[in-house]
């Protein structure tokens, strides 16, 4: 049997923000690995949740868009592995995200501003490239990550 206690107040609490830092990030290739050198960031997960709150309070975060591309010296545009995303569980440990496999049950363990917050770790890693189609042939790559970030209920 489950029972939720959804009262006026508790039904007002929500994620204020969810941001990345850095939130654009530029890696270079590395000649020796054949591939670019793994990124870093930090997820900063905030709640106008008031820190003195006894309950635990969960979120679940989701990938939404994960995709690269690269730009050829010859002008044409050509699909690149997605990035891996690894990023820190409740336990802080690594863990791969993707479309298929959300972050599920996060919880807020951290304060900021006196309100419940969470702070994760991210990993970025990329996929080799071979050099001599890399040097000879490629300008430069680009990609996009989308996460959503949703409260649990």
């Not at 008031?50 to 679940?60: H, I, K, N, V």
Request: glycine share 4%; net charge negative; with cysteine.
């Amino acid at each position: 049997m489950m029972q939720a206690d959804v009262t006026p107040i508790t039904a007002g609490f929500k994620i204020k923000s969810a941001v990345a830092s850095p939130d654009k990030i530029t890696v270079r290739y590395d000649l020796g690995d054949e591939t670019f050198n793994d990124a870093h960031s930090t997820l900063i997960v905030d709640t106008n949740i008031p820190a003195e709150r006894s309950e635990s309070f969960y979120y679940d975060l989701s990938l939404i868009k994960n995709e690269a591309s690269c730009l050829l010296y010859s002008g044409e545009t050509v699909p690149y592995d997605a990035p891996t995303l690894e990023i820190t569980n409740n336990e802080d440990v690594f863990v791969n995200i993707s479309t298929e496999n959300p972050l599920l049950w996060q919880k807020f363990d951290d304060v900021i501003s006196e309100t419940k917050a969470n702070i994760k770790d991210i990993n970025i890693s990329f996929a080799q490239i071979p050099s001599t189609d890399f040097i000879n042939n490629y300008k430069n790559c680009t990609g996009e990550v989308t996460l959503m970030v949703g409260l649990s209920i």
